[in-house]
C-alpha cells in the first residue's frame, strides 16, 4: 500500500526566501506524481504533474523534481511571496484508472 | 480556462436523509473521480468512473454511495443514507487521459451531516 508522507507539516518564512518542500512515498513502481496548492475552504489547484520518465518540471517560480528510485520529490519555490501562502499536496499516481494518493500536505506562510 | 463545477458548495443534512452531489467535469475529459476531505485529514479516494461504470472503488465506497453520468456532462456522487462521519469535503476530478494524465479538481462540496 502506498503511503505518501510530507515534510514539514507546516513552514514559515519571510516574503523573498527561496523553499523547498519535501514528498517521500514508499512504492516507486508509480506512473506520475502531481503537485497541488489548497487554500482554505477551496479546491485543489494543479500546479505541476511529473510523468515518471521525467526528472523535472518547472512552472513560473516553481520547480518539482523527482526520484522515483528513492522516493522522493521536491517543490521548489523560488522568491517566496505571501500569496504563496496555502497547504502545498503531493499526490502520487499508480496509473491504471488514475487512483492518486495524498500525501499530508505542508502548510506554508509567506511572512511580509 | 475549462474548470470543473461542482455544486452545491455547502450542504447541511440530517443524519439518515439522502444527498446528491454535482460536478460537471471539463467538457473532453473521459475519467472523473470523486475524493474526499475529512476536517484535517488526507485527501482520500473513493472511486473512478469511466465509459459510464465504475472502474475502481475504494473500501470507503460502499452500498451507501452510488455515482453515475445521468445526462453526458453531469457526474453525480449520491450518499443513500448519510451518517455523521460522512461530514467532509467532496472533490469531484477529471481528467482527460487515463494514467498519465493530469487530474483537474473542482472547488468541493462541503457536507455536515448534523
Known amino acids: 500500500k502506498q503511503e505518501v508522507t510530507q515534510i514539514p507539516a507546516a513552514l514559515s518564512v519571510p516574503e523573498g526566501e527561496n523553499l523547498v518542500l519535501n514528498c517521500s512515498f514508499t512504492d516507486s513502481a508509480i506512473y506520475n506524481l502531481q503537485w497541488f496548492r489548497q487554500d482554505p475552504g477551496k479546491g485543489l489547484t494543479s500546479l505541476l504533474l511529473?510523468?515518471?520518465?521525467?526528472r523535472e518540471q518547472t512552472s513560473g517560480r516553481l520547480n518539482a523534481s523527482l526520484d522515483k528510485s528513492s522516493g522522493r520529490s521536491t517543490l521548489y519555490i523560488a522568491a517566496s511571496q505571501p500569496g504563496d501562502s496555502a497547504t502545498y499536496l503531493c499526490?502520487?499516481?499508480?496509473?491504471?484508472?488514475?487512483?492518486?494518493?495524498f500525501g499530508t500536505g505542508t502548510k506554508l506562510q509567506v511572512i511580509p | 480556462e475549462p474548470e470543473v463545477t461542482q455544486t452545491p458548495s455547502h450542504q447541511v443534512t440530517q443524519m439518515g436523509q439522502e444527498v446528491i452531489l454535482r460536478c460537471v467535469p471539463i467538457?473532453?475529459?473521459?475519467?472523473f473521480y470523486w475524493y474526499r476531505q475529512i476536517l484535517g485529514q488526507k485527501v482520500e479516494f473513493l472511486v473512478s468512473f469511466y465509459n459510464n461504470e465504475i472502474s475502481e472503488k475504494s473500501e470507503i465506497f460502499d452500498d451507501q454511495f452510488s455515482v453515475e453520468r445521468p445526462d453526458g456532462s453531469n457526474f453525480t456522487l449520491k450518499i443513500r443514507s448519510t451518517k455523521l462521519e460522512d461530514s467532509a469535503m467532496y472533490f469531484c476530478a477529471s481528467s482527460r487521459v487515463q494514467g498519465a494524465g493530469e487530474l483537474f479538481f473542482g472547488e468541493g462540496s462541503r457536507l455536515t451531516v448534523l
Open positions: 499526490a502520487v499516481g499508480r496509473g491504471g484508472y488514475q487512483k492518486v494518493t
Open positions: 511529473i510523468q515518471s520518465s521525467q
Open positions: 467538457s473532453n475529459h473521459l475519467y
